[in-house]
């Protein structure tokens, strides 16, 4: 299926065409049919021979309506520009020309009707310079009559070769702009809207914009029928499960879960007025919502937006901006930030303005990570940005000199810390991820690289400097003659070496543990095998306890370590053997 918005003045003829093309009456309201006049929008298909299904969103040329026009434009990716040959170019074919440019549509077809009421080649001339002029270029033209048929077959042929033109929307998630919602008996609440993109099927779980509780799809209709699945692009009805009509208005959004974000601040590059020149309040137009802004000038075409509600926004989405105080339309944006930093800092705004010179709003991965340093999958996605490669720990992605910033600096904190804290084993990862700044504990572990190292929620620098006074303590702590002589634990505490001094000794690699109160300095395991070896093998406790001359608070564990390290063997009998 292909989606045409019609476009152009009142009266000049829209619906007339719609009805003509398609045998269906697009004006829905008995008030417009009473007056002439439509004021709301109305939808119509047929099928051509070549072109497939094409759906048609007629919208209302008066002025007064232009909210409504802009609701049924915005989701539709071409459009046909209506001008009546007897008036010609006019006001409302300006404004929604505009609309059109700003919203930057490029597929598009002039058709100049009620060819029967005057010569159609002066109003061909003048409504293709003003289409050339817009991002619609150069289109086809053509010029009928709805009323004696003359020119319908040559419409219906380049609507056909209109719709071969406009190319296949880009996979991705469903953001569906709802332009009408209502209630059938029997059925629930119904909404409709123009699919841009992604598949919508019966049973699918979606986010409604702004609502607290997701909905479900009970059943879609399109072209008047039930279907499974509908792809974009495509007009669709859907019936909902999970959410009250009085819930629901034109402007809402059926999302996707979890792959927008809605937001109410935006960086955008603005295509019309000066930023300078547009007013501190504007309306911001997008899909089918219509929204109260506040404008921020940063550079010369660029802005920031405050919206008065939020929005489900991507980089490179494009949006109105209109003045309806003045009935202008003061251009087009594109969505630069969803995301953008706060600007409370003196000249903040002009850095921001200088940022924003070098954007496009394409949702590119290394374009954000430079901005931005780190992201995660999530957020990424919800953004617009397509994720590929590995991520450098969980679903978080790093610019690399960000990255290897980080790095340094982390290896500096931990430098800091064992300088003010050298009894303790190593920086909190808890504590390091404070003070980096970072939003997981896991950025933090996957940061430790040599000669950093990371042990029980902590991070040290091997080859680090052992305090001075901890080993004169240590080696007054022994006898050298009689290394196999634990002190006890008040001499010890005489010593100045407490719980905390010990393990910072033992992971200095000056002591070995051999029970909580039992140490010995770091080579009496190997000068123990080495007075063992004189032993009869095997040999008793006994023996052992007498040949280190020691104690048996000391022989147990010594030799329990030895038999856990392979230096010995014991037997049933509780000897032990030396192994060579």
Not at 37 to 53: E, F, N, Q, R, V
Not at 159 to 178: D, E, K, N, S
Not at 418 to 425: I, N, T, V
Not at 545 to 552: G, P, V
């Amino acid at each position: 299926m292909h989606v045409i918005a019609t476009a152009g003045h009142v009266d000049h003829g829209k619906s007339t065409l719609v009805r003509a093309l398609t045998g269906m009456e697009p004006d829905r309201l008995a008030e417009e049919r009473r007056r002439g006049m439509t004021i709301d929008l109305g939808y119509a298909w047929t099928t051509l021979d070549p072109g497939g299904t094409v759906a048609f969103v007629d919208v209302p040329g008066h002025e007064r309506f232009v909210p409504t026009m802009l609701a049924g434009v915005g989701p539709a990716p071409a459009a046909m520009i209506v001008v009546a040959a007897d008036e010609g170019w006019m006001p409302q074919s300006a404004e929604h020309l505009a609309a059109l440019d700003a919203l930057g549509v490029r597929h598009g077809l002039l058709v100049v009707s009620r060819a029967d009421l005057a010569d159609p080649a002066p109003a061909l001339r003048s409504a293709t310079a003003h289409l050339a002029a817009s991002s619609l270029g150069t289109v086809e033209g053509v010029a009928v009559s709805a009323v004696t048929g003359a020119g319908l077959t040559d419409l219906r042929a380049a609507l056909g070769r209109l719709v071969q033109r406009i190319p296949a929307p880009p996979p991705g998630p469903v953001r569906l702009w709802i332009d009408r919602a209502f209630t059938i008996r029997g059925a629930g609440t119904v909404v409709t809207g123009t699919l841009g993109a992604g598949t919508l099927r019966a049973g699918d779980e979606l986010e409604m914009a702004g609502a607290s509780r997701p909905v479900r799809v009970r059943g879609l209709q399109a072209l008047g029928e039930p279907v499974p699945e509908i792809h974009g692009t495509g007009r669709v009805a859907v019936n909902l499960r999970g959410v009250p009509r009085a819930d629901i208005s034109r402007g809402a959004a059926l999302l996707t879960p979890g792959r927008f974000l809605l937001t109410d601040l935006i960086d955008v590059r603005v295509h019309g007025d000066p930023t300078a020149d547009l007013p501190a309040t504007l309306t911001l137009h997008m899909g089918s919502a219509a929204v109260p802004v506040h404008v921020r000038p940063l550079g010369r075409d660029t802005a920031r937006l405050r919206l008065s509600q939020r929005l489900p926004l991507r980089l490179g989405d494009r949006a109105l901006l209109r003045d309806p105080g003045r009935q202008h339309v003061a251009g087009g944006v594109t969505v630069l930030d969803v995301v953008p930093p706060g600007l409370q800092r003196r000249g903040a705004a002009v850095a921001r303005a200088a940022v924003l010179a070098g954007l496009d709003g394409s949702a590119n991965l290394a374009s954000e990570l430079r901005r931005r340093g780190l992201c995660h999958r999530d957020e990424l996605a919800r953004m617009g940005v397509v994720v590929d490669g590995p991520p450098v720990a969980g679903g978080w992605f790093a610019d690399p000199g960000h990255w290897q910033e980080l790095r340094e600096r982390l290896t500096a904190a931990v430098a800091d810390h064992a300088a003010q804290r050298p009894l303790e084993p190593g920086a909190p990862v808890e504590a390091l991820r404070h003070q980096l700044g970072l939003p997981d504990r896991s950025l933090v572990e996957a940061l430790v690289t040599a000669p950093l190292a990371l042990r029980s929620g902590r991070v040290s620098a091997g080859g680090a400097q052992v305090p001075g006074d901890l080993v004169a303590a240590v080696q007054r702590a022994w006898d050298t003659d009689r290394p196999f002589v634990a002190p006890e634990a008040y001499r010890l505490t005489e010593l100045g070496l407490g719980a905390r001094q010990l393990a910072a000794a033992v992971r200095a690699g000056l002591l070995v543990r051999l029970a909580d109160t039992v140490v010995l300095p770091a080579d009496a395991p190997d000068r123990a095998v080495q007075l063992l070896a004189g032993l009869p093998q095997p040999f008793t406790l006994s023996e052992a306890r007498q040949a280190l001359h020691t104690t048996r608070r000391v022989a147990v564990p010594l030799l329990e370590l030895l038999d856990r390290t392979g230096a010995t063997r014991r037997h049933p009998d509780d000897r032990r053997t030396l192994v060579t």
